[in-house]
Structure formats: C-alpha cells, structure tokens
C-alpha cells in the first residue's frame, strides 16, 4: 500500500510513541510504501526548526530517519499545482504527493486535510483510523 503521511504525522512518529510511530515504522520496514515530495520534505525541514520542536531536531534517530525520507524511491515530483483548501494551502502539497504517486491513502493529524475524508478517490484517514485499518 503506498502512504502519503503529512508532516505532523512524521513528526509524531519520530517524536513520540503512538499511532504516528507505528505507521512510521511500518513504512521503514517496508510494510507499506512510502511516497513523499520534495515540497514534503521542504515542510518538514522547516517545521524542525520551530523553538517548540527544537529537543526533537537533537533526537538521534532524526538523521537516519531524514536520510531514509529523502531516498529517491520515495519520492515523486508533482506536474500540477491543487487549490483544494483554500484554509492552509501547504495541505495541498499533500494531495499533489498522493496523486502523482498514486497513493493509496493519505495519513494526517490535519484537521484539513481529515475533514475532506477523501481525494480522487484516496482516503484521508488519521493515524489511529489507519494503524486500524492497516497494521
């Protein structure tokens, strides 16, 4: 199953334990497929910078875990700009990944992103709704 899983879902799995983690996990043992973009990882370099998140930028697993991320395997490169939240248009970064890479699902912490449900026929579920589903 590929998985486009945002960046407060990565960030949740690096961090803490959980639902976020367990997905995370999978995804590295290869149980599912990653799929990500490099306006993904953009976000996600950038959110490890904020001062709150400043003890998870020195956690000692996150450079094992960014250079597993940026594997040219995982990644696809989005032909077409989406307008579909207009609320926090960043999420749309995450519809352009599922549908160039053809995901099937999106996992999101974002209420967003959670409250479409779905996208051209790709779920939108949380963690806990995916670890139930999928793990």
Not at 18 to 23: A, C, M, S, T, Y
Not at 73 to 90: K, N, Y
Request: hydrophobic share 45%.
């Amino acid at each position: 199953m590929k998985v486009v899983p945002d960046t407060n879902t990565i960030i949740s799995g690096i961090g803490w334990d959980g639902p976020p983690r367990r997905i995370l996990m999978a995804l590295r043992e290869g149980i599912h497929r990653l799929v990500t973009s490099p306006d993904l990882l953009d976000e996600l370099t950038r959110v490890l910078t904020y001062p709150k998140l400043k003890p998870l930028a020195a956690h000692p697993s996150l450079p094992v875990v960014l250079e597993w991320l940026h594997r040219p395997e995982h990644l696809v490169f989005p032909d077409q700009r989406l307008d579909v939240i207009a609320q926090d248009p960043a999420d749309n970064r995450v519809l352009e990944a599922a549908v160039a890479g053809r995901a099937d699902v999106i996992v999101s912490g974002d209420r967003h992103l959670l409250a479409h449900k779905e996208y051209e026929g790709i779920p939108i579920l949380s963690a806990r709704q995916f670890v139930a589903a999928h793990l």
